[in-house]
C-alpha cells in the first residue's frame, strides 16, 4: 500500500533562512510526487511535481529513489511562503488518485 | 469564473441528521473526489468518481455516501452512521483519474459542525 510521511508537523524558521520540508513515501510502482500548499484563507493549489523539475516561488523538490524522498526546499524563506504544505503520491495505474502526507506549517518570522 | 463551488461553507448538524454537502465544478473534468481534513490528520480521501454514474469508496468512506448524476456534479451525504462527523471537508476534481498528474483543483471546503 502506498503511504506519505511528512514526519515534522511544524517548521519555525527566520526570515532569509533555509527551508527544508521533508517527505518520505512508500510505494513499491514507479511513483509521482507532487507537493501542494494553502496559504491562509486560500484554496489548496499544485505547488510543484517531480516530473516537471521545476522551481516554483524559489522551491525546488528532487525526488530521491534510493532513499525514497521528495523533500522540498528553498534557500532563502519570505514571511509569504507561511502556510500549510502537504506531499502527494500519485501511484500510476487503473485507479490512480493522490494520497497526501499530514502536511506541515510553515512559519516564517521576521 | 471556472472553478469549483462548494456550498454551504459552514453547516451545523444535530446529532443523528444526515446532511448533504454539495460541489459543483465547471472545469468539463470527468473525475471528482472528497476529502476530509482534520488538524495533524492531513487529507483523507471518502469517496471519488471517475465518470458519471460511477464512484469508488476512498479510505475512510463508512458513514458517507455519494452520487454522481452529472458531470459537474458530486454531492456527498454525511450520514447519522459517521462517528465523527465534524470536520472540513474538501471537494476536487481532475481531468480525469489517469490523466490527473496529480493536479487537482480544490474547492474552498465546507465546514460542519456536529452539536
Known amino acids: 500500500a502506498q503511504r506519505v510521511t511528512q514526519p515534522?508537523?511544524?517548521?519555525?524558521?527566520?526570515?532569509?533562512?533555509?527551508?527544508?520540508?521533508?517527505?518520505?513515501?512508500?510505494?513499491?510502482?514507479?511513483?509521482?510526487?507532487?507537493?501542494?500548499?494553502?496559504?491562509?484563507?486560500?484554496?489548496?493549489?499544485?505547488?510543484?511535481r517531480h516530473i516537471s523539475r521545476e522551481s516554483i516561488k524559489g522551491f525546488?523538490?528532487?525526488?530521491?529513489?534510493?532513499?525514497?524522498?521528495?523533500?522540498?526546499?528553498?534557500?532563502?524563506?519570505?514571511?509569504?511562503d507561511s502556510a500549510m504544505y502537504y506531499c502527494a503520491l500519485?501511484?500510476?495505474?487503473?485507479?490512480?488518485?493522490?494520497?497526501f502526507g499530514k502536511g506541515i506549517t510553515l512559519s516564517v518570522r521576521p | 469564473d471556472g472553478g469549483i463551488t462548494q456550498s454551504p461553507k459552514y453547516l451545523?448538524?444535530?446529532?443523528?441528521?444526515n446532511v448533504t454537502l454539495s460541489c459543483e465544478q465547471n472545469l468539463n473534468h470527468d473525475a471528482m473526489y472528497w476529502y476530509r481534513q482534520d488538524p495533524g490528520q492531513g487529507l483523507r480521501l471518502i469517496y471519488y468518481s471517475q465518470?458519471?454514474?460511477?464512484?469508488?469508496?476512498?479510505d475512510i468512506a463508512e458513514g458517507y455516501s455519494v452520487s454522481r448524476?452529472?458531470?459537474?456534479s458530486f454531492p456527498l451525504t454525511v450520514t447519522s452512521a459517521q462517528k465523527n462527523?465534524?470536520?472540513?471537508?474538501?471537494?476536487?476534481?481532475?481531468?480525469?483519474?489517469?490523466?490527473?498528474?496529480?493536479?487537482?483543483?480544490?474547492?474552498?471546503?465546507?465546514?460542519?459542525?456536529v452539536l
Open chain 2, 85 to 113: 462527523p465534524t470536520a472540513f471537508y474538501l471537494c476536487a476534481s481532475s481531468r480525469s483519474l489517469q490523466g490527473a498528474r496529480g493536479e487537482l483543483f480544490f474547492g474552498e471546503g465546507s465546514r460542519l459542525t
Open chain 2, 51 to 58: 465518470i458519471v454514474n460511477d464512484f469508488q469508496k476512498g
Open chain 2, 69 to 72: 448524476e452529472k458531470k459537474e
Open chain 1, 8 to 48: 515534522e508537523k511544524l517548521l519555525s524558521v527566520f526570515k532569509g533562512a533555509p527551508v527544508e520540508l521533508k517527505c518520505n513515501y512508500s510505494y513499491s510502482g514507479s511513483p509521482e510526487l507532487f507537493w501542494y500548499v494553502q496559504y491562509s484563507r486560500q484554496r489548496l493549489q499544485l505547488l510543484l
Open chain 1, 90 to 99: 500519485n501511484c500510476t495505474g487503473a485507479n490512480s488518485k493522490l494520497t
Open chain 1, 60 to 80: 525546488t523538490a528532487d525526488l530521491n529513489k534510493g532513499e525514497t524522498s521528495f523533500h522540498l526546499k528553498k534557500p532563502f524563506a519570505q514571511e509569504e
Open chain 2, 12 to 17: 451545523f448538524r444535530k446529532e443523528g441528521q
